[in-house]
């Protein structure tokens, strides 16, 4: 039955060839975009039929032919593009060399001045902040390509630059800050004078013609010392973690978050970074609670939103993505509120349980403190006056009124198309309860199903009944073993335990 209903379906795949008259109405570069693509094409095309081919079919003459015409073709195609490109060379040369010279930036006739800025960005599109190799989706590739397009740095490598923290893919910022040299109008000594903060370049202006609407310039401020780091004179980190309520136990929630906030190892709650060099997992946690969102009411609907607000003086990779996956399992009631303080015991619980980290769409870098000079301060009086220096060491942050209304109006319109679409998800949830009435009963743990990785087993496991993963000191001697860490005479006291006990 099956084998005939097979003969009566067909796909119909609409041919994609395009005519003469379309061909020609292609500039110079569509149509060598075009001829690369389909080179590409035809060579995959011959690796696959290569692959296929049995060994009595290699060994046939037809293929053979087949396979040596395509080579020869090959040939003759790259003879005549190298052809091309020698009696091209001497005019192509000449006109970039033009180009360039017209184009090029004299940096060496410029003033720098040390700056902090402050970006806004929604990560749900892209694979984290930092640049990578395998991808130009980052927000640090877009940020660099708008500063160099923009002429404010001549390149990464000689612009001083520092970011506060490295968010991964997914996760979005309200306050991601860096440190970088940019170009000035105005010479060193008189960069801090009102005349010059009120003429600079628009910096955010600049750089928001060129940037992403989802990656925003908000502000920007003057620094006195170039030596000051986004990411080294930060003190103080605050990420917010948003959650629908769900069937959530928010108050038993809240009573977990009051176990975290303390100065120990927190190993337990990240993905280990050993083979980076990380062997210190201490943490001071500040705070640490779950809030109602603004404009929220808590009507026991499921629906209403949440968020989870976290400080520290840093964070471990997957630190709070780990935290939130821990608090979840405690508001469903699958784990007992005493599991963080078993988790923070790194005597009786060494090994880390196998948990999945939350999900890193709901994670927001919310807002970040910086110091001056503090670790200099020796007495409570020093450390005041370094607090009164604070404001006219790091000056105050810059917001220009009109770059300030862009920004919001695409804020608005990033919000206007969310809200469009959580508005009609919502009424269709709406519709589906009040035509299912009381006939069952509703489940809305769903909800918070996307933000455990959509796992839903069918037998829960305890967190210290699961299996463990590798303890950090066996990670640390398998690096060492494979000299991946080299550990000096000064070395970390983790380190020098590992390989005192190995021996």
Known sequence: MSGSIEKKIKINK??????????????????IDKIIQLQAHNFQLKNILQKKLSEKDRQDEEYINIFKASDSEEKKQQENLEKDASTNAGTTQAKVADINKKRQFDFNKCHKRHVLIKLLYFGWDYQGFAIQEDTNDTIEFHLFKALTRCCLIESRTTSNYHRCGRTDKEVSAFCQVISIDLRSKFSEDEQLQPHALKDEIDYC??????????????????????????????????YRYYFPKGDLNIETMRAGCKLLERHTDFRNFCKMDVHNGVTNYTRNLKKADIHLCPNETDNNRGYTMYYLEIEANAFLWHQIRCIMAVLLLIGQNKEKIHVIDDLLNIETNPCKPQYTPASGLPLNLFNCKFNNDSENAETKEDKLQVEVERDTNLEHWIYDPKNLERVLENVQSEWTKATI????IRNVLHCLETNAGDSFQLNVRSQILLLQDSVKPKQYIPLLERQRCESLRNRIKHYVKKQRLLVKEDGESEVKKCLMEEN
């Not at 609409?14 to 149509?31: C, G, M, N, V, W």
């Not at 060129?210 to 990411?231: D, G």
């Not at 679409?421 to 009609?424: A, F, G, I, N």
Request: net charge positive.
């Open 421 to 424: 679409k959580s508005t009609m």
């Open 14 to 31: 609409k041919a994609k060839h395009q005519t003469r008259d379309e061909l020609e109405k292609l500039s110079k570069t569509e149509l």
């Open 205 to 238: 202006g600049l750089l928001n013609r060129i940037l992403p609407r989802n990656i925003q310039c908000v502000a920007w401020m003057p620094l006195k010392k170039s030596s000051f780091s986004a990411r080294f004179d930060c003190i103080e980190r605050t």
